[in-house]
């Protein structure tokens, strides 16, 4: 159910024309739905709390921060509106094809994204965001899920041993940048006409090492192994970064996969509807 003041947020929902509701894949803490009204088109997202969004390592802050300072230049949807409490927003829904792991695995794939994450290097996040340290984020996430699921733990701890050695292969020594760090299949939207992608659901925005968004990509999308180069080049790091360096980053991404994937398996205590972040 959606509560009445969340509803009312959506332009349009008040005009005397019952707005056309259907419900979005959803995620380990929030409902998303797409709402259209005599306004427009929208989609309401229904956050967790805020203490339940805290354990896996979500800033509401910073997420709504960085969304609109990303769809002021077209990479993500515009914010239209978000609760004081942060319990829902709303945002302008996206035209576009979400786009699966297999085309972001193509040429075209590639320019696109690469194009977006060029554009997230190019931002100037406030000087009041930290820059985030993702390899603590990764053990946080282990920690949690070997305390809900003790029996993984071997496989998790194994995972996040190799991301503690991948970590010091990636390097140091890039400029900070707004990073998404979450630009797999689902939040990324090819829009028509081609160009940037539009990327979705922020919630682990963070300023950090430019390596990461690549990295997490390279993660989710296996037909990328052995095109490291390339997808350094699409991103425009080629002469910051080599393969091993983008290697070693996205095995701090396998072990942050790795503990999602054991959270979902055990819910994280909250209620599942599948991975939406």
């Given at each position: ?105 193509s040429p075209s794939g590639m320019a696109s994204l690469g194009a977006s994450l060029r554009g997230l290097r190019a931002l100037q996040p406030p000087d009041d965001w930290r820059d985030a340290d993702l390899l603590a984020r990764a053990r946080r996430l282990v920690g949690l899920a070997t305390r809900r699921a003790p029996g993984g733990a071997p496989a998790l701890h194994a995972a996040l041993a190799t991301a503690e050695a991948g970590w010091i292969a ?108």
């Open positions: 159910m959606i509560p009445p003041q969340a509803l009312a947020a959506v332009p349009g929902s008040g005009s005397g024309h019952a707005p056309r509701i259907t419900a979005l894949a959803g995620g380990l803490v929030n409902r998303a739905f797409r709402i259209e009204t005599s306004a427009g088109v929208f989609v309401l997202r229904l956050n967790s709390s805020l203490r339940e969004s805290a354990l896996l390592g979500v800033d509401r802050r910073i997420e709504i921060a960085a969304q609109r300072l990303a769809a002021g230049i077209g990479l993500a949807p515009r914010v239209v509106a978000v609760s004081p409490d942060h319990a829902f927003q709303v945002c302008e829904f996206v035209a576009g094809e979400t786009a699966g792991a297999r085309e972001l695995a990636a390097g140091r020594g890039r400029r900070p940048c707004l990073v998404h760090s979450d630009p797999n299949p689902g939040n990324v939207v090819m829009v028509p006409g081609g160009g940037p992608a539009v990327l979705l659901d922020w919630e682990y925005a963070h300023v950090g090492d430019p390596l990461q968004d690549p990295a997490a990509w390279l993660q989710a999308c296996p037909a990328l192994r052995g095109h490291e180069l390339e997808l350094l080049r699409a991103c425009g790091l080629e002469g910051e970064a080599d393969p091993v360096m983008l290697a070693g980053m996205a095995a701090v991404y396998a072990a942050l996969g790795a503990a999602w994937s054991r959270l979902v398996e055990t819910a994280a205590g909250v209620a599942l509807d599948g991975r939406a972040n």
